[in-house]
């Protein structure tokens, strides 16, 4: 279990975590977050993994992920280290979770028989429950997880998180599936299709009735078919899931908190923080996307008051017109950014109240989106930077100022 | 177009786009701007979150309407909601307990893909027909989500060929394609990566919806300066200073320089990515400024129903 007085810093996730859980609520970042981590690790010597769920277009293409595979597969390091910089024996591998593909895989190896996972993968209630049922989707990207980490392959994997309605989702989705796999009213069903009516209780049977007549007997009778052949493979599927929640709680993972500064966001954050302190682990590392750039320390009441001052000034000719009113707009723009940059200061450290000693780390506003090797290096530096490799150029306006 | 004309074209407008564009900014955008022309609106929350509220300054709606703001109420109608309310408007009142206690409520539901997302449309059909408001907002899922939120009832038409489900499927799909009724607002940003997915969206929600899409929100669009910031630099500052007879030190001719610089760089970008959404995606744009100076409350949503307005004015 992570002792949450334990400070790691971004440089310990990416060179000692062994898994690394990047979360957050939709639009922040994540993939691209994720992206970044793993490609430093792989520049420090690791070997690398990076588990998207549904990353842009572009970024996906920048990664190789046009074809939808459910296996990593390596990229080659011309394209992430073109200027073989890495250390020795680091490599970068990129997948892209099939949800379905990952639950179909479970089935196969939890049937007792080939003819028992085909029956339950061909059912259309199965079906609906691999690729409609919010929460699998969670579930199966922490499946996978633990199926890369029992492997062995990789020092490092680092696993993007859907975007969930409810923040956490995946801390939740094994218990949920669990819940809905041990559904009492079906589970009295376990006989065969069509005489159920017939056995199950008067209750049970008035109870079923009434949803045929909402749903159709068809699809009543998929549910029951599925329950039936999924009989036997609970218990495998509950230690399996119990197994995939102890991954998270071992020490060598990381959990990466990505925001951004807005208020909806960092509402969010702070609840996320503190839900993942309800599971008694602990935010490693906060990231906080597309801040605003504060120029210089001068507050912005000041610089607005300044502005309003200048405006009132009484000049005359065009020319000192001209001069009063393009000084006035500069310092109302400097009053405006400041003004930003001082309250989304103040909105992390709200979240900071949560995650406690976890060091925060500032993205700027980027002028380009992240869809490219090229770009992911510059978010790198500004992630990481102490990297040996650094060139000396400041993205423009780094962070919020102290 | 005036503001009242537009708010009437249909009595129902599904407010959509990708997580973090301010779907729920521009959701009480409209809302205020709408109430503002006489008209009586009603809010519908379908995810259950609570930032709507917020930007009225107003505690977490609920299920029983709230009044948000003057001719502005507001309401949740989660797939929950939705369910339960269906099964009691079916006689099926004392089962529904029993459904959600035992955990069948979602074994159903995930036998029946998209039964949720009907349930919450057909509710929204209901309010319109009871004209619970003379315009109905809803605030929907996010972009991934919004798609099967507004295809799910044509699946369902298929997959379920009878009873009261494919009849609620058909009232939906009704509803969804008669522009009289009902129109999606799409919103996004202008940058690269949302332009890209509402232009995704845009395509699925018309082709595999049949829904009519109003125009696009661009929302956060930096605001003119009164000045060329690409053309500012420290020593300009420090002439124009000198010329007003005014001190401003070395540093702070750098920092407001900068600032200009940045402020007209992401300006330009906006600009190229608002055009570029425009050339992928023939639909007219309302642009909404970035708000630099506050949180949104209640205010800050007054001056983007201004800006709304205006908006709307220019189509």
Not at chain 1, 110 to 117: F, I, L, M, R, S
């Amino acid at each position: 279990m992570n002792d949450p007085r334990v400070v790691h810093s971004l440089d310990d996730v990416v060179e000692h975590g062994s898994v690394a859980i990047c979360c957050g609520s939709g639009g922040v970042g994540k993939t691209t977050t994720a992206a970044v981590l793993a490609v430093q690790s792989a520049r420090r010597g690791r070997r690398a993994v990076v588990v998207t769920i549904d990353p842009a277009k572009r970024l996906a293409n920048a990664l190789g992920l046009d074809e939808l595979s459910n296996e990593p597969h390596q990229i080659d390091p011309a394209r992430w280290d073109p200027k073989g910089e890495r250390v020795e024996g680091g490599r970068l591998s990129a997948m892209m979770l099939d949800t379905k593909s990952t639950f179909d895989d479970l089935v196969t190896r939890y049937a007792a028989t080939p003819e028992q996972a085909q029956r339950i993968l061909e059912n259309s209630f199965y079906r609906n429950l691999a690729s409609a049922l919010s929460g699998t989707q969670e579930y199966m990207a922490m499946e996978k997880l633990h199926e890369l980490h029992e492997e062995g392959d990789f020092d490092l994997i680092v696993v993007d998180t859907p975007p969930s309605r409810h923040a956490l989702d995946f801390l939740d989705a094994p218990k949920r599936l669990l819940r809905l796999l041990d559904n009492r009213v079906f589970r009295l069903l376990m006989v065969p299709t069509r005489t159920y009516l017939r056995v199950a209780g008067a209750a049970v049977q008035m109870f079923l009735h009434t949803i045929s007549r909402v749903v159709g007997t068809e699809v009543v009778d998929d549910i029951v078919a599925f329950f039936r052949s999924f009989e036997g493979m609970e218990e495998g599927f509950r230690e399996r899931a119990h197994r995939v929640v102890e991954v998270l709680a071992q020490p060598e993972t990381r959990f990466v908190l990505v925001t951004s500064p807005r208020r909806d966001a960092v509402e969010e954050a702070r609840f996320f923080a503190a839900k993942i302190g309800d599971h008694d682990l602990a935010v490693d590392a906060l990231i906080v996307n597309r801040v605003h750039p504060r120029f210089g320390t001068e507050l912005s009441a000041g610089l607005r008051s300044r502005a309003d001052s200048l405006r009132e000034l009484k000049v005359s000719g065009r020319e000192a017109t001209a001069a009063r009113d393009r000084l006035s707009a500069c310092y109302a723009n400097l009053a405006d950014f400041n003004e930003i940059a001082e309250r989304e200061r103040a909105h992390i450290e709200t979240v900071r109240v949560r995650t406690g000693a976890a060091p925060v780390s500032f993205v700027p506003y980027l002028a380009h989106d992240v869809h490219d090797f090229e770009a992911l290096a510059e978010v790198g530096r500004i992630l990481f930077p102490d990297l040996p490799d650094r060139d000396g150029s400041e993205p423009t306006g780094a962070g919020p100022g102290q | 177009m005036e503001l009242d004309r537009f708010c009437s074209t249909s009595r129902v407008i599904i407010v959509a786009g990708k997580g973090g564009v301010g779907k729920t900014t521009v959701t009480a955008t409209l809302a205020v701007a709408a109430a503002r022309t006489g008209m009586s609106v009603l809010i519908v929350e379908v995810e259950g979150k609570s930032g709507l509220a917020s930007a009225f300054d107003r505690p977490p709606l609920g299920y029983e309407e709230t009044e948000l703001a003057p001719g502005v109420r507001g309401r949740t109608l989660t797939p929950d909601d939705a369910l339960l309310d269906w099964l009691r408007g079916n006689g099926l009142r004392r089962i529904s307990n029993r459904l959600v206690a035992s955990g069948t409520l979602d074994v159903v539901a995930t036998a029946v893909p998209g039964l949720k997302d009907i349930l919450v449309l057909g509710k929204v059909k209901s309010l319109d027909l009871t004209r619970a408001a003379d315009l109905v907002v809803v605030d929907a899922p996010a972009a991934g989500h919004a798609v099967t939120f507004l295809t799910s009832a044509r699946g369902l038409l298929d997959a379920v060929r009878v009873g009261p489900v494919n009849k609620q499927a058909s009232d939906v799909v009704e509803l969804l394609s008669d522009p009289e009724r009902c129109r999606v607002l799409l919103v996004t940003l202008p940058e690269e990566t949302p332009v890209n997915e509402l232009v995704d969206t845009a395509y699925a929600i018309e082709d595999r919806a049949g829904v009519a899409l109003g125009p696009v929100v661009v929302n956060g669009c930096y605001e003119k300066l009164a000045l060329d910031g690409a053309g500012v630099t420290a020593a300009s500052v420090l002439r124009d200073a000198d010329l007003l007879d005014v001190f401003v030190s070395e540093r702070e001719a750098e920092d407001l320089a900068r600032a200009a610089g940045f402020r007209a760089e992401r300006a330009a970008i906006q600009t190229h990515q608002a055009d570029r959404l425009a050339r992928l995606l023939p639909l007219p744009q309302i642009r909404l400024p970035f708000l630099f100076t506050a949180d949104l409350g209640y205010q800050e949503i007054g001056h983007l129903a201004d800006a709304l307005t205006e908006g709307v004015a220019a189509l």
